[in-house]
């Protein structure tokens, strides 16, 4: 059961206005679902724009920032939680402790490499979590076909890569994400008996 989904996205809103749509939608989702938003508790682009929708709408908000951005006055100041932490290694750790699931929007650097440390850890059996991507105006094609050509050139499992699902609309990825994963298959390690 989903109670709490972990939001990965840009702290712009990107050149088109689909994305500060799409995260709207997917707030609106969360709360009609009764599900709680974590995310990186910043007041600005596709982060403040997916808090702000998801307490207008009466849902739960929770933030994890790091000090050093609240310093500099990007903390969130409306949010149902706002937790500080020191560093942007326990932001994460934090984040991911605190949630059932991971949804990445459009973003930056910064998105993409915290969706991917989140699919290592289901990979390497750390949590078994879901993770989607909201493939906004097909925005992740790109990386789902880096991820392809990496099962096709044998870096990923076919069975892992399956780990990362991804859809257009917002009910459609909650509603994948809901279900239990299958077996995960274990990465690339031997243990001393096989060596």
């Known amino acids: 059961m989903i109670r709490r ?14 994305y500060a749509r799409a995260a709207d939608a997917l707030a609106r989702e969360l709360v009609g679902r009764d599900v709680a938003l974590v995310f990186g508790g910043g007041g600005v682009g596709l982060m403040g724009v997916i808090a702000d929708a998801v307490l207008a709408a009466g849902g739960t908000a929770i933030g994890v920032i790091p000090q050093h951005l609240v310093d500099r006055e990007i903390a969130h100041r409306g949010l149902t939680e706002l937790r500080v932490v020191n560093s942007m290694h326990e932001r994460k750790a934090v984040m991911a402790e605190l949630s059932d699931a991971f949804v990445a929007l459009p973003g930056g650097f910064g998105t993409v490499e915290e969706f991917c440390e989140v699919v290592t850890w289901t990979q390497l ?49 909650l509603d994948t994400l809901a279900r ?8 690339w390690i031997r243990s001393p008996e096989q060596t």
């Open 5 to 18: 989904v972990c939001v990965f996205c840009g702290s712009s809103t990107g050149a088109d206005p689909e």
């Open 180 to 187: 239990p994963l299958e077996n995960i298959e274990p990465k």
């Open 125 to 173: 059996g750390l949590h078994r979590k879901r993770c989607g991507l909201l493939n906004v105006r097909r925005f992740y094609d790109p990386l789902l076909a880096l991820f392809d050509r990496a099962v096709a050139d044998g870096f990923i499992k076919p069975s892992n890569r399956e780990l990362v699902v991804s859809h257009e609309t917002p009910a459609a990825l």
